[in-house]
């Protein structure tokens, strides 16, 4: 089945460490994104791509980074997490028609930086 | 400039009662327009969309929504509210250039 995954679904860790958030879809799509939300607020988004070796940076800061070898797989990393990190993180994907189609999200990382 | 305003962070409805949900938009050109649920702890799942075809537009669970150009508003309801529905709703649009545009977000509470 069609679908778009992201691991792990929750992850809690320690100030200065560095973590990669997955997110793979197996729809083929081009365009890949990724959100963050603080609870009950409105989503903003850091990153985005538009297919292999595109990555821009999206509306909010972020000190994280993104990567997008493959279609199919886009991962976050953040380098050096701080508590301000804790946020929960939301991958999508749309095909190119994104405004036909509407985007396709995966079920979130919710991340708890100590 | 595109952007979306949902009016009410908050929405407090009984079980049964009707769920009105409401959206304004502004575009200089024709939009496209989403709903989106979100559970607790979940990703975003869609709703319903509008893309230029009829402007009352059917979605899963139950939800429907009205496009109306001369209102410039997208409103989000459901005839009979269920339990089940209690969710965090996000309004959307996207432009031509298929950026997309989220609200901030209503929450439901619906009350036994």
């Known amino acids: 089945e069609a679908d778009i995954y992201q691991t792990p679904r929750y992850l809690v860790i320690g100030t200065g460490k560095k973590i990669t958030l997955e997110c793979s879809q197996t729809?083929?799509?081009?365009?890949m994104y990724w959100y963050q939300q603080d609870p009950g607020m409105e989503l903003h988004l850091i990153h985005y791509?538009?297919?292999?070796?595109?990555?821009e940076k999206g509306d909010l800061s972020s000190e994280s980074t993104v990567s997008r070898i493959r279609t199919e797989h886009f991962p976050l990393t953040l380098e050096s997490a701080r508590p301000s990190h804790t946020s929960q993180y939301l991958c999508?994907?749309?095909?190119?028609?994104?405004?036909?189609?509407?985007?396709?999200f995966g079920s979130g990382t919710r991340l708890t930086v100590v | 400039a595109q952007s979306v305003t949902q009016l009410g962070s908050h929405v407090s409805v009984s079980e049964g009662a009707l769920v009105l949900l409401r959206c304004n938009y502004s575009?200089?050109?024709?939009?496209?327009l989403f709903w989106y649920v979100q559970y607790p702890n979940q990703g975003l799942q869609l709703l319903l969309k509008y893309t230029s075809a009829a402007t009352l537009v059917k979605g899963i669970n139950g939800f429907e929504a009205e496009f109306k150009k001369s209102e410039t508003s997208f409103h989000l309801t459901k005839p009979s509210a269920h339990m089940s529905d209690a969710a965090e709703y996000f309004c959307a649009l996207a432009n031509t250039g298929n950026q997309f545009y989220f609200g901030t977000g209503t929450s439901l509470t619906v009350i036994p």
């Open positions: 575009s200089s050109v024709p939009p496209y």
């Open positions: 729809m083929g799509h081009d365009k």
């Open positions: 791509s538009y297919g292999v070796n595109s990555t």
């Open positions: 999508a994907s749309s095909e190119i028609g994104a405004g036909n189609y509407g985007y396709t």
